[in-house]
């Protein structure tokens, strides 16, 4: 019952807000179009056709519908390259992100719950690796390991986990010295018991607002790593490679740049405006 | 006062330790430090074995640590591959144009998203304050690769008004250093404003209008000052965004700082002039945070007097 309720408030407050319906709006069309990639796209994205190379978009002079966004420098189709390009963005947005705020979550609660001198390791890894560098490291990976989509993750998740782990610590910590954790505790609850029933639930509402903006960054570091060649292999189309390969033809084809862009900032853009409305959702306190 | 920036230069040894180790151990990753660093070059058995003792990685690993950041802290950063002279010497030819669009972009970031921050917090709500952080939303949301592309095509190739790429007069840095900004001024301006909300709301700054001081002191004097801590701390943040994003906007424009180097190097397959641009840009990174977090103090007088 108290679940139901607790729905429509979301959904009351939701449709109060039209900003929010368009986050979530655009963040729902981008995972739908990755999802069904192969159906909504015209044609395959990977199909060559030197004769129409460089074709305009359909609303231009000399564009025609068979290619509603034009073509590459090969003669492949922007739109199908674009709507599959966001399955290998949200693929490793979302794996990364889980990578990292699993670690980030489990090491926030170690150090928020124990204390002492677990608490003074994890924190202060986390401030080294906040004072890192952290896209020349990940450039430097990449450039000797090797792109593709498995090294990506690793390097994008492991680096993910210090927003997740410093919050969550933060929370434990106030939330340790509550009642209820004293009374379960004097009930004789386990350590586990105590953590996993009473204190993770209370962190929810923060976990699901830094995921949705960790989401958003990891999609354009991702985009910026094809862009820079150190992405997957070059066959599988991405946003940011989509970018990279249309630079040489900025002045003849600038739509093979314009598209993949506008894509990669409209779901990041769809995200960020859910992932206010959220915030203010859960807690208006919760502003940095 | 002490304690705090002894914590910091403490912690600021680890992440040079770290970096450096970091930067050393990308050579182990795939296990043969030799293949990383022949890359494409066929070698007999006998030949590799004698490239192996003369790099001396047939040593232990931590002698081979230890032996870098020896190295590292006498600025001898080896030898690149393929311009054949010393790392060293090409990092000195470059760093001077990055540092400078970090500069440039560093006091775009402040000149421009401090008072755009005020202006739309003293007007909150009104037309200008919501069209200002609609924008600063969309900022946000641009990669910066595709930025530049965008900047350089309509003010570079449309309408001429800036050189494409390169470096030389002040017209040559104006795209790059927009490019790089924009995202830090929606940041800084988005900080600012709602920081400066909330101060405003604060009890002092109610006593202050009620002693009759002009609104104008009240803002600047009492409020700005405060609203300004927060916003100090991602100061620091930004500049290690900004020496990562120099890779991004200087290849973007063919900009020739150490960023450009960094993936020409990749794309070379020169590891030794990689290692040394990452472990400059690094240095350079842990150094001027360790700056700000000096600056801090002088900001903040509750660390002061801790």
Same mark, same amino acid.
């Given at each position: 019952?108290?679940?139901?309720?607790?729905?429509?408030?979301?959904?009351r407050?939701?449709?109060?807000?039209?900003?929010?319906i368009?986050?979530?709006?655009?963040?729902?069309?981008?995972?739908?179009?990755?999802?069904a990639?192969p159906?909504?796209?015209?044609?395959?994205?990977?199909?060559?056709?030197?004769?129409?190379?460089?074709?305009?978009?359909?609303?231009?002079?000399g564009?025609?519908?068979?290619?509603?966004?034009?073509?590459?420098?090969?003669?492949?189709d922007?739109?199908?390259?674009?709507?599959?390009?966001?399955?290998?963005?949200?693929?490793?947005?979302?794996?990364?992100?889980?990578l990292?705020?699993?670690l980030?979550?489990?090491?926030?609660?170690?150090?928020?719950?124990f204390?002492?001198?677990?608490?003074?390791?994890?924190?202060?890894? +986390?401030? /080294?690796?906040? =004072?890192?560098?952290? %896209?020349? @490291?990940?450039?430097?990976? $990449?450039?000797?390991?090797?792109?593709g989509?498995?090294?990506?993750?690793?390097v994008l998740?492991?680096?993910?986990?210090?927003?997740y782990?410093?919050?969550?610590?933060?929370?434990?910590?106030?939330?340790?010295?509550?009642?209820?954790?004293?009374?379960?505790?004097?009930?004789?609850?386990?350590?586990?018991?105590?953590?996993?029933?009473?204190?993770?639930?209370?962190t929810w509402?923060?976990v699901?607002?830094?995921?949705?903006?960790a989401?958003?960054?990891?999609?354009?570091?991702?985009?910026?790593?094809?862009?820079?060649?150190?992405g997957?292999?070059?066959?599988?189309p991405?946003?940011?490679?989509?970018?990279?390969?249309?630079?040489?033809?900025?002045?003849?084809?600038?739509w093979i740049?314009?598209?993949?862009? +506008?894509? /990669?900032?409209s =779901?990041v853009?769809? %995200?960020? @405006?859910?992932?206010?409305? $959220?915030?203010?959702?859960?807690?208006?306190?919760?502003?940095? | 006062?002490?304690?705090?920036?002894?914590?910091?230069?403490?912690?600021?040894?680890?992440?040079?330790?770290g970096?450096?180790?970091?930067?050393f151990?990308?050579?182990?990753?795939?296990?043969?430090?030799?293949?990383?660093?022949?890359?494409?070059?066929?070698?007999?058995?006998?030949?590799?074995?004698?490239f192996?003792?003369?790099?001396?990685?047939?040593?232990?690993?931590y002698?081979q640590?230890?032996?870098?950041?020896?190295r590292?802290?006498?600025?001898?950063?080896?030898?690149?591959y393929?311009?054949?002279?010393?790392n060293?010497?090409?990092?000195?030819?470059?760093?001077?144009?990055?540092i400078?669009?970090?500069?440039?972009?560093t006091?775009m970031?402040?000149?421009?998203?401090?008072?755009?921050?005020?202006?739309?917090?003293?007007?909150?709500?009104?037309?200008?304050?919501?069209?200002?952080?609609?924008?600063?939303l969309?900022?946000?949301a641009?990669?910066?690769?595709?930025?530049?592309?965008?900047l350089?095509?309509?003010?570079?190739e449309?309408?001429?008004?800036?050189?494409?790429?390169?470096?030389?007069?002040?017209?040559?840095?104006?795209?790059?250093?927009?490019?790089?900004?924009?995202?830090?001024?929606?940041?800084?301006?988005?900080?600012?404003?709602s920081?400066?909300?909330?101060?405003?709301?604060?009890?002092?700054?109610?006593?202050a209008?009620?002693?009759?001081?002009?609104?104008?002191?009240?803002?600047?004097?009492?409020?700005?000052?405060?609203?300004?801590?927060?916003?100090?701390?991602?100061?620091?943040?930004?500049?290690?965004?900004?020496?990562?994003?120099?890779?991004i906007?200087?290849?973007?424009?063919?900009?020739?700082?150490v960023?450009r180097m960094?993936?020409?190097?990749?794309?070379n397959?020169?590891?030794?002039?990689?290692?040394?641009?990452?472990?400059?840009l690094?240095?350079?990174?842990?150094?001027?945070?360790l700056?700000?977090?000096?600056?801090?103090?002088y900001?903040?007088?509750?660390?002061?007097?801790?």
């Amino acid at each position: 019952m108290a679940h139901i309720t607790k729905n429509n408030r979301f959904v009351r407050e939701l449709l109060k807000s039209p900003l929010a319906i368009f986050g979530l709006f655009a963040m729902v069309a981008t995972c739908v179009v990755a999802i069904a990639a192969p159906l909504l796209a015209p044609l395959d994205p990977g199909l060559i056709d030197v004769t129409k190379r460089l074709t305009p978009p359909a609303f231009t002079d000399g564009g025609s519908f068979e290619h509603i966004l034009g073509t590459d420098s090969l003669g492949r189709d922007v739109l199908s390259r674009i709507i599959y390009g966001s399955r290998v963005s949200l693929i490793i947005g979302v794996s990364a992100v889980a990578l990292g705020g699993v670690l980030g979550v489990v090491l926030g609660l170690l150090s928020g719950y124990f204390g002492g001198i677990v608490d003074d390791i994890i924190m202060r890894l +986390a401030d /080294i690796q906040m =004072a890192f560098p952290f %896209i020349l @490291i990940a450039i430097t990976i $990449l450039a000797v390991m090797g792109p593709g989509l498995q090294n990506l993750v690793i390097v994008l998740g492991f680096t993910g986990w210090v927003t997740y782990g410093r919050v969550v610590r933060g929370q434990i910590f106030s939330l340790r010295e509550k009642e209820f954790v004293e009374s379960a505790a004097s009930i004789g609850s386990s350590h586990a018991r105590i953590i996993f029933k009473h204190l993770l639930p209370n962190t929810w509402a923060s976990v699901i607002v830094i995921t949705s903006f960790a989401v958003a960054h990891t999609i354009i570091v991702e985009a910026s790593l094809s862009f820079l060649g150190l992405g997957v292999k070059p066959t599988v189309p991405t946003w940011g490679g989509m970018v990279a390969e249309g630079r040489d033809y900025i002045v003849n084809g600038w739509w093979i740049v314009t598209f993949p862009g +506008a894509a /990669i900032a409209s =779901a990041v853009l769809g %995200i960020n @405006i859910f992932g206010d409305w $959220l915030r203010d959702y859960f807690d208006p306190r919760l502003r940095e | 006062m002490l304690r705090y920036l002894r914590r910091r230069l403490f912690q600021s040894i680890f992440v040079v330790l770290g970096v450096t180790f970091v930067s050393f151990g990308v050579l182990f990753l795939t296990g043969d430090p030799a293949a990383v660093l022949l890359g494409d070059v066929e070698l007999t058995q006998s030949e590799m074995a004698e490239f192996r003792h003369q790099m001396g990685f047939d040593r232990p690993w931590y002698v081979q640590y230890g032996d870098y950041i020896w190295r590292v802290a006498h600025f001898d950063f080896g030898k690149s591959y393929y311009h054949g002279i010393s790392n060293a010497t090409l990092i000195l030819d470059t760093i001077p144009a990055t540092i400078e669009l970090a500069i440039v972009s560093t006091a775009m970031t402040l000149v421009i998203g401090i008072p755009i921050g005020m202006f739309c917090a003293f007007r909150r709500n009104s037309l200008t304050d919501r069209a200002t952080m609609a924008g600063a939303l969309l900022a946000q949301a641009m990669p910066t690769f595709w930025l530049g592309l965008m900047l350089m095509l309509v003010f570079a190739e449309i309408l001429r008004w800036l050189p494409v790429s390169g470096r030389g007069g002040i017209e040559h840095i104006i795209l790059p250093a927009i490019t790089l900004s924009l995202m830090s001024i929606a940041r800084n301006a988005r900080m600012v404003r709602s920081s400066m909300l909330e101060v405003l709301g604060q009890d002092y700054i109610r006593t202050a209008r009620a002693k009759g001081l002009s609104e104008r002191i009240v803002q600047y004097k009492h409020a700005l000052k405060n609203a300004m801590i927060p916003v100090m701390t991602i100061i620091g943040m930004d500049i290690g965004y900004r020496l990562g994003g120099s890779v991004i906007v200087e290849t973007v424009f063919g900009y020739p700082g150490v960023g450009r180097m960094v993936i020409q190097s990749i794309n070379n397959k020169d590891v030794p002039l990689l290692q040394a641009c990452v472990i400059v840009l690094a240095l350079l990174f842990v150094g001027v945070n360790l700056l700000v977090d000096f600056l801090y103090v002088y900001v903040d007088p509750r660390i002061r007097h801790s």
